[in-house]
Structures are given as C-alpha cells and as structure tokens.
C-alpha cells in the first residue's frame, strides 16, 4: 500500500492528460510522487509496471520509470498505460492509407514493346539472344533517338494499407497473403465521414496481398495488412494464387 503522504497541498497522485486514438486504444500517463527519497537510493519496487495506481480505467501499464526532483526531495514515479478496458465493446475503427512510389522497369518488360522496338529501331546486343538496345538515330539515319541509351522506364508503384486493432489475431490474417486479391477498405464510421475504398487498376494491373505486421498495444494488438500493386503486366496468376498462400485459401 503506498503511503499518502503529502507535501503540504501536494498530493502524491498525478493523472497526465489521457488520450483515446482511431482505433479506440487509450493512452495516457499516472504519476506517483514519494517525498523524503534520495537520488541515490529510488525504491525499486515501485520501479514495476504491476505497482502503477489503480485510478479505475482496467488497462495495462507498458512501462514504469523513476525522476528525481532535487529541489523537493521528491520520487517520481512514472508509468504509461495503454491499452482497451476488456468490458469495451465499442468497434475499433479501421485506418486506410495509399503510399505511391515511382519505380523502374526494364523496357524490355513494357506492355507496348513490340510497337517501341519498331517505331525507335531497336537492335538486338551483339552476342546476346536477350537484350536489346537504342541506336543513336531513327530509323530514318536522320534523327536523334530520343531513346538512345534508354534501359529502363518509369512507372507507378502503390502499397494500401489497412490498420485496425483487435484482443486477437484473426484466425484468417495470412488466409490471402502472397495471392492476387483486392484490397479491403471501410465503410463510413463516424459522423460527417465517407466510405474509404481503394482505387480501381486498370487491368492487367491488380494487387498482390503482401505479409502483415503485428504490434503489441497493451492488451490490443494494432493489425496492419497491406497490398501491393502490380507493374503495367499485373502480378501473375499461376503464380500467386490461393495454392500458394501463406496460410491456405481461406475468406
């Protein structure tokens, strides 16, 4: 039992600002202030994530930590909690993100190869059966190739992203994983908000679900699945398919 002990109007209980994210996940700071310690000498019992106070919100403490106030002699003794009351029942909200990248491909893999090889005159490498190349000019010999010494292009690269949390690993989260699948979005869920839906790819482009992560928020667990998108000839079938899946075919 901590001691109650004051420092004239001083009360030893500190409750920080708390806070309560999209997710429903609640996080905040408890201080307790023990007078008449020295630097030198914290009581380490306190230093325990099991010895923070009870202020009545059921939820973990993730860390404990002590300070040292010179001036008032004085302990602090800090612990952050985070975390879900086991009897909430309220949803977790669900957080989509698109992250775009430019990236590069070899131009022997665009779509209109055949029509690039003919229209800039495209010559096979001396001494390879695979690899071509630019000339300096058109086939015409009067103009400049604007390809010449041209290998690669541009083209867009997309990651979505699904985050929610849950008390458990859904027993499906590696059901689709390296297999060809749209991504899943949200419908509206609060007030003055809309529906979130990733974007529609052109075909042959489609999105490839990739590995999750996992990560521990007191007694939640924050979910992150994501889905890769394809370059300008789609991610094949035959060889990501449900056959193939980290965990099986499964909803």
């Given at each position: 039992?901590?001691?109650?002990?004051?420092?004239?109007?001083?009360?030893?209980l500190?409750?920080?600002p708390?806070?309560r994210?999209?997710f429903?996940v609640?996080?905040?700071?408890v201080e307790?202030?023990v007078?008449?310690?020295?630097?030198?000498?914290?009581?380490?019992?306190?230093?325990?994530?099991n010895?923070?106070?009870?202020?009545g919100?059921?939820?973990?403490?993730?860390?404990a930590?002590?300070?040292f106030?010179?001036?008032?002699?004085?302990?602090?003794?800090?612990?952050?909690?985070?975390?879900?009351?086991?009897?909430?029942?309220?949803?977790?909200?669900?957080?989509?993100?698109m992250?775009?990248?430019?990236?590069?491909e070899p131009?022997?893999t665009?779509p209109?190869?055949?029509?690039?090889?003919t229209?800039?005159g495209?010559?096979?490498v001396?001494?390879?059966?695979?690899?071509?190349?630019?000339?300096?000019?058109?086939?015409?010999?009067?103009?400049?190739?604007?390809?010449?010494?041209?290998t690669?292009?541009l083209t867009?690269?997309?990651?979505?992203?699904r985050v929610?949390c849950?008390?458990?690993?859904?027993?499906?989260?590696l059901s689709?994983?390296?297999?060809?699948?749209?991504p899943?979005?949200?419908?509206?869920q609060?007030k003055?908000t809309?529906?979130?839906?990733?974007p529609?790819?052109?075909?042959?482009r489609?999105?490839?679900k990739?590995?999750?992560?996992?990560?521990?928020r007191g007694?939640?667990?924050?979910?992150?699945?994501?889905?890769?998108?394809?370059?300008?000839n789609?991610?094949?079938?035959?060889?990501?398919?449900?056959?193939?899946?980290?965990?099986?075919a499964?909803?």
């Amino acid at each position: 039992m901590r001691s109650s002990t004051t420092f004239g109007d001083h009360q030893p209980l500190h409750i920080k600002p708390f806070t309560r994210d999209r997710f429903g996940v609640y996080s905040g700071v408890v201080e307790w202030h023990v007078f008449n310690e020295t630097y030198d000498k914290p009581n380490w019992s306190l230093c325990d994530i099991n010895s923070c106070p009870d202020i009545g919100l059921a939820i973990p403490c993730i860390k404990a930590e002590r300070e040292f106030n010179e001036k008032m002699g004085m302990g602090i003794y800090r612990y952050t909690m985070e975390g879900q009351p086991l009897n909430d029942t309220s949803d977790s909200y669900v957080y989509c993100t698109m992250d775009g990248t430019d990236r590069e491909e070899p131009i022997l893999t665009h779509p209109l190869w055949s029509d690039l090889k003919t229209l800039y005159g495209a010559k096979p490498v001396p001494g390879s059966s695979t690899d071509w190349y630019f000339p300096p000019m058109m086939p015409d010999g009067k103009t400049a190739n604007p390809l010449y010494g041209a290998t690669s292009y541009l083209t867009v690269g997309m990651t979505w992203t699904r985050v929610y949390c849950s008390t458990q690993i859904p027993v499906n989260l590696l059901s689709k994983v390296d297999t060809v699948c749209d991504p899943i979005g949200h419908p509206a869920q609060q007030k003055n908000t809309a529906s979130i839906q990733p974007p529609q790819l052109i075909h042959p482009r489609n999105w490839l679900k990739i590995a999750p992560s996992i990560q521990e928020r007191g007694n939640m667990l924050q979910i992150t699945e994501r889905w890769l998108a394809s370059g300008k000839n789609g991610w094949n079938k035959d060889v990501y398919n449900a056959k193939s899946a980290a965990g099986g075919a499964g909803p």
